[in-house]
T-cell receptor
Framework: GDSVTQTEGQVTVSESKSLIINCTYS????????LFWYVRYPGEGLQLLLKVITAGQKGSSRGFEATYNKETTSFHLQKASVQESDSAVYYCALGRSNSAGNKLTFGIGTRVLVRP | DPKIIQKPKYLVAVTGSEKILICEQYLGHNAMYWYRQSAKKPLEFMFSYSYQKLMDNQTASSRFQPQSSKKNHLDLQITALKPDDSATYFC?????????????FGPGTRLTVL
């Protein structure tokens, strides 16, 4: 099956500093998965931040970037300079699409607190 | 306006009882899903539906039964509730089930079973 491991717990970072949240995946399938980062801002629902469906490609959104590395099976999320508004819970996810439909496998989530 | 509505937001139930979690989406999507997140665990896929037909069921227990009365509804009936069923249940939808279309999530229903 599929599984996702990401930085656990809370990451605290000062405003304007860089952020990296590690994400690695494991799969028993020979097919490469699609990879996603979802985010939940305080008081809001889960929403897609970025996705990459092709190994080797980079996705970006709202200043965040993640590169799909099939060699290291990683999809780390990075931002060069965070803002207070980036405080949220970030989820790495692996997606499969087949005859049975779409399915997302999530990591446990990483809470990011940006201090002013 | 919220595009995916889940009702209720909070739900408390006693062991052995039955509850129905409501999900309605107003995105015009054809596919709908249920996920569950228990304390200190990742979101876990439960079901996927496409055009009101069950596509995938990853829930081991038959106590969990999705019900789709309309194309934009996918309710979740849970019978014989147990304390281990305590979790936040998320409904999601997408335009289809092909090509890994983006899934949009509802705000969740937090269920506590005493």
């Amino acid at each position: 099956g599929d599984s996702v491991t990401q930085t656990e717990g809370q990451v605290t970072v000062s405003e304007s500093k860089s952020l990296i949240i590690n994400c690695t995946y494991s799969t028993t399938s020979i097919a490469y998965p699609n990879l996603f980062w979802y985010v939940r801002y305080p008081g809001e629902g889960l929403q897609l931040l970025l996705k990459v469906i092709t190994a080797g490609q980079k996705g970006s959104s709202r200043g965040f970037e993640a590169t799909y590395n099939k060699e290291t099976t990683s999809f780390h999320l990075q931002k060069a300079s965070v803002q207070e508004s980036d405080s949220a819970v970030y989820y790495c996810a692996l997606g499969r699409s087949n005859s049975a439909g779409n399915k997302l496998t999530f990591g446990i989530g990483t809470r990011v607190l940006v201090r002013p | 306006d919220p595009k995916i509505i889940q009702k209720p937001k909070y739900l408390v139930a006693v062991t052995g009882s039955e509850k129905i979690l409501i999900c309605e989406q107003y995105l015009g999507h054809n596919a709908m899903y249920w996920y569950r997140q228990s304390a200190k665990k990742p979101l876990e896929f439960m079901f996927s539906y496409s055009y009101q037909k069950l596509m995938d069921n990853q829930t081991a227990s038959s106590r969990f039964q999705p019900q789709s009365s309309k194309k934009n509804h996918l309710d979740l009936q849970i019978t014989a509730l147990k304390p281990d069923d305590s979790a936040t249940y998320f409904c999601a939808s997408s335009t289809g089930t092909g090509g890994m279309a983006e899934q949009f999530f509802g705000p969740g229903t937090r269920l506590t079973v005493l």
